[in-house]
């Protein structure tokens, strides 16, 4: 009896694992030396580990998708998703729209690429992983989604984020949207961001500010704001009200009569020659050891 009972006993552990096994394979694994990313066969989001700890920063209190759509102004979530190599192949219900996805895994970084949309869809977002990061310099690892060029929108700023998530738009442009995941050290995260977008031909390049901002002199200084009031005739004024108050930068801020957001275009008025008298003014305060920023910022 007790050999029977052991026989099936050993039968059931068999058949679990078999129903365990199988449920593996219906997750979608997506890793690199540092992060772990798990997503089921249904698009939702199961895990993303720090592998140096094995902490999952995945957030959890809500059930979260990978990935959705806007078609007529209605949202559709994911809710099928299979891999083919290195390729994520998406299916939004009841839109008649699915996308193709390509991956790209480095040791340090994974890239996400919209290779194909079939059907109509007003956007795509491609990439969504909620987590429980804060986001702060103070925390040991770090989280960042890097857009590759200018018609994927990355809703938050990097180094650090708390919600990896990447959009493209019919408007501008759904295929070929490209996105950089990071999840690293946090140590590390800066001289990998560096490396990522010195490589990214498709977005404009500077090494002054953003990833850079620390192994540059101009990081570590003070600015006025300028509203539109230095011009040609008022530049030796500002010279003097940044030497009395030991500030070496000037932020220049658009709107109203000063320079147009959006291209940028100065008031003639105040700037007959328009970037070429502004020139002058920039050559000016560089020669007194003056930094020149813009900010171009909008609201969304």
Same mark, same amino acid.
């Given at each position: 009896? @007790?050999?029977?009972i052991?026989?099936?006993l050993s039968?059931?552990f068999?058949?679990?694992?078999?129903v365990?096994?199988?449920?593996?394979?219906e997750?979608?694994?997506?890793?690199n030396?540092h992060f772990?990313?798990?997503?089921?066969? /249904?698009?939702?989001?199961?895990?993303?580990?720090?592998?140096?700890t094995?902490?999952?920063?995945l957030? /959890?209190e809500?059930?979260?998708?990978?990935?959705?759509i806007?078609?007529y102004?209605?949202?559709y979530?994911?809710t099928s998703v299979t891999?083919?190599?290195s390729k994520?192949?998406?299916?939004?219900s009841?839109?008649?729209?699915?996308?193709?996805i390509?991956?790209?895994?480095?040791k340090?970084r994974?890239?996400?690429t919209?290779?194909?949309l079939?059907g109509?869809?007003?956007?795509l977002?491609?990439? @969504?992983i909620?987590? /429980?990061?804060?986001?702060?310099p103070?925390?040991?690892?770090g989280?960042?989604a890097?857009?590759?060029n200018l018609f994927?929108?990355v809703r938050e700023?990097p180094?650090l984020?708390?919600n990896?998530?990447?959009?493209?738009?019919?408007?501008?442009g759904?295929?070929?949207?490209?996105?950089?995941i990071?999840?690293l050290?946090?140590?590390d995260?800066?001289?990998?961001?560096r490396?990522?977008?010195?490589?990214?031909?498709?977005?404009?390049?500077s090494d002054?500010?953003?990833?850079?901002?620390q192994q540059n002199k101009e990081g570590y200084?003070?600015y006025?704001?300028?509203?539109?009031?230095?011009t040609?005739?008022?530049?030796?004024?500002?010279?003097?009200?940044?030497?009395n108050l030991?500030?070496n930068q000037?932020?220049?801020?658009g709107?109203?009569?000063?320079?147009?957001?959006g291209?940028f275009?100065?008031n003639?008025?105040k700037?007959?020659?328009?970037?070429?008298?502004?020139?002058?003014i920039?050559?000016?305060?560089?020669?007194e050891g003056?930094s020149?920023?813009?900010?171009?910022?909008?609201s969304?």
């Amino acid at each position: 009896m @007790n050999r029977k009972i052991s026989l099936i006993l050993s039968f059931a552990f068999v058949i679990a694992s078999m129903v365990l096994i199988s449920c593996s394979k219906e997750e979608i694994v997506l890793e690199n030396s540092h992060f772990r990313y798990e997503i089921d066969k /249904t698009g939702t989001n199961l895990h993303f580990i720090d592998k140096g700890t094995g902490i999952d920063y995945l957030a /959890t209190e809500m059930k979260s998708v990978c990935a959705s759509i806007v078609k007529y102004k209605k949202e559709y979530p994911v809710t099928s998703v299979t891999r083919k190599g290195s390729k994520l192949y998406l299916s939004f219900s009841g839109s008649e729209v699915s996308a193709e996805i390509l991956i790209r895994k480095q040791k340090d970084r994974i890239t996400f690429t919209v290779s194909e949309l079939i059907g109509e869809a007003e956007s795509l977002t491609f990439l @969504n992983i909620p987590l /429980t990061l804060e986001g702060m310099p103070y925390e040991a690892f770090g989280a960042c989604a890097l857009s590759m060029n200018l018609f994927t929108r990355v809703r938050e700023l990097p180094a650090l984020q708390s919600n990896l998530w990447a959009t493209c738009y019919k408007e501008f442009g759904i295929k070929g949207a490209e996105v950089v995941i990071l999840g690293l050290p946090q140590k590390d995260i800066l001289h990998v961001i560096r490396d990522v977008m010195s490589k990214a031909s498709d977005v404009p390049f500077s090494d002054k500010g953003g990833a850079w901002a620390q192994q540059n002199k101009e990081g570590y200084g003070s600015y006025l704001m300028n509203f539109g009031t230095l011009t040609e005739d008022s530049v030796d004024e500002w010279i003097k009200m940044c030497r009395n108050l030991g500030f070496n930068q000037i932020d220049n801020h658009g709107g109203g009569d000063f320079f147009r957001f959006g291209d940028f275009e100065l008031n003639k008025e105040k700037w007959p020659d328009g970037w070429e008298s502004f020139k002058r003014i920039n050559d000016r305060l560089h020669k007194e050891g003056i930094s020149v920023i813009f900010i171009h910022m909008h609201s969304s």
